[in-house]
């Protein structure tokens, strides 16, 4: 994984974390929360969305969904292990 990869892939962990931090109201984890969360979802995005049979188109943007989503998926799991704490 070169630089260019790594730099490609704190870009779209820090949109994909921000972007489900303002679905999911409540959770802010500040900029290397969201890059952790985004990173995080984009791995369950892998995993699930295929399970399920939905698939979103490549490139910047594709990514991006799917790691949103995934992000989504993982601050909502979050929650209600909060909320049964």
Known sequence: MGIT????????GAVAGWLAGQIVKGFGFGLVGNIVVGIVGAFVASFIL??????????????????T??????????????KGT
Request: glycine share 16%.
């Open 5 to 12: 990869s790594i730099i490609v892939l704190l870009i779209v």
């Open 50 to 67: 295929p399970k399920i049979g939905l698939a979103i188109g490549g490139g910047l943007i594709g990514n991006i969904i799917n790691a």
């Open 69 to 82: 989503i995934g992000a989504v998926i993982l601050l909502f799991l979050l929650r209600l292990v909060r």
